[in-house]
């Protein structure tokens, strides 16, 4: 067959096509029955085919929008994990915990050492969640919010002799080991940092850092949120704080009063941050922290 006979035939059979389409209850005579060399029942003339409308989830002429800001107060969804009242499924040495003013309060000082203490929540175990809690240090110290944690595990560190002369010997019950969003006085640059607690990771993504790792073995900068320093701004000192953690799957962030300041990706299924565990709160060095409307959006 000749080009030019080719080309009109194969424009004989769009415009064929088209106005099928156009008028879908042809006689039948005039509707193929044939497709691959089989023959095919002629359409119903009373019941047409359905005409396909092609569409988006994106309503007509609604343009571009941005996302709703995240509504701390909003605990839909949520479950409480402190009265305000009482320590009701948490535990700890009580020479350093106690409630007071609907917050629970921390407290160590020379008099009272405790080196690093934990106050563990018992009640719930979470692997993929939304954390948010309100958190204060008075004056200089540390602090931090435990999650995928675990208790009962030897400590790396040394005890001093003053602690075990205040506390006895040491109680691994009362000890955390796991993933810690970071909280100090502003003096300091951790606070919303991304800590391995009581294990060789120690600072895995420090304040202001997107870090990919995998375990102990590889930890890659991928990139910047800001600088360290300018970032602790965000923190308010002697006051409430309002802070956020996202985890999901090997994705760890960390926002506090609205700013993100760590973000780590651990590639590692075996790590120790990558186990569901418990959620607590860490008392370091000579300081009182407090910490009130503590709120998770259990996900698994």
């Known amino acids: 067959m000749e080009r030019k006979t080719v080309i009109k035939s194969l ?37 047409p085919p359905p005409v396909i409308v092609w569409a988006t989830h994106q309503k007509p002429n609604a343009g571009f929008t941005e996302p709703d800001p995240l509504d701390f107060s909003n605990h839909v969804g949520y479950v409480s994990l402190f009265d305000g009242v009482d320590l009701k499924g948490w535990d700890g040495c009580p020479k350093f915990w106690r409630v007071e003013d609907g917050a629970i309060v921390g407290e160590s000082s020379p008099q009272n050492p405790c080196q690093n203490t934990y106050l563990a929540y018992r009640d719930m175990q979470a692997r993929d969640f939304t954390l948010k809690f309100e958190m204060k240090v008075v004056g200089q110290g540390g602090s931090g919010f435990q999650y995928r944690s675990q208790t009962g595990i030897p400590w790396l560190s040394r005890i001093r002799a003053e602690v075990i002369s205040n506390t006895g010997p040491l109680n691994l019950n009362w000890m955390m080991t796991g993933p810690q969003a970071d909280f100090w006085d502003s003096s300091q640059p951790y606070t919303g940092q991304f800590y391995s607690e009581n294990t060789p990771l120690r600072i895995v993504s420090w304040r202001g850092q997107v870090v990919n790792s995998y375990g102990a073995m590889t930890k890659v900068l991928m990139g910047h949120i800001g600088d360290r320093r300018v970032l602790g701004s965000a923190e308010k000192d002697n006051d409430w704080n309002q802070y956020t953690v996202i985890v999901r799957g090997h994705t760890f962030i960390h926002i506090i009063n609205g700013q993100l300041m760590s973000v780590l990706v651990d590639d590692d299924p075996a790590s120790s941050n990558n186990q569901a565990g418990l959620f607590g709160i860490e008392l370091e060095s000579y300081t009182k922290l407090y910490v009130r409307n503590i709120w998770v959006e259990k996900l698994d």
């Open 11 to 47: 424009r004989l059979a769009a415009i064929g096509v088209a106005l099928l389409c156009m008028n879908p209850t042809l006689p039948a005579a005039e509707t193929p029955t044939a497709v691959g060399g089989e023959t095919q029942p002629a359409p119903d003339p009373n019941h």
